[in-house]
């Protein structure tokens, strides 16, 4: 299986001059956990509620503070026609939940820790029904 039978799309994404506080409320609102940053749609970062959560733990003005102040640069990608099992191993090795999908260098996608627990359930539960 594909990464790009699993990603959803289309992505929430923020670009670098959203204040945190806004972040919170689209992450709040959209029910996920952390989103790329873009410019256009080249990649340029990801930030989570974690990385809010610790901008709030230091003091920090959510109202005032830009996610190109706080947002994880060196993003693990994987590209749409990699293997589900590169993918898993990604968030394994680098202990993340969220992993940006890309097509030439261009963001298409994105998959969640809990789109892969999905996955491996609904793989089990096709195992189940057919042996």
């Known amino acids: 299986m594909r990464v790009s039978e699993v990603m ?8 670098p ?23 256009g749609q080249t990649l340029i970062g990801i930030v989570t509620e974690t990385d809010n959560l610790q901008l709030f733990i230091q003091g920090k003005n959510l109202r005032v503070t ?9 993003v693990i990608t994987a590209e749409q026609d990699s293997l589900m ?16 999908i890309t097509h030439q260098e261009k963001l298409v996608g994105i998959i969640f820790q809990h789109d892969l627990i999905k996955n491996i359930l609904d793989g089990a539960a096709e195992f189940a ?3």
């Not at 099992?85 to 940006?100: E, G, M, R, T, Y």
């Open 8 to 15: 959803t799309r289309p992505v929430v994404c923020t670009n």
């Open 17 to 39: 001059d959203t204040t945190a506080h806004d972040i919170l409320e689209k992450l709040n609102s959209s029910n996920i956990s952390g989103m790329p940053v873009v410019e």
């Open 66 to 74: 830009l996610a190109s102040e706080f947002m994880t640069q060196n």
């Open 85 to 100: 099992i590169s993918a898993i191993k990604a968030f394994l090795d680098n202990q993340i939940h969220h992993l940006p």
């Open 129 to 131: 029904l057919i042996s």
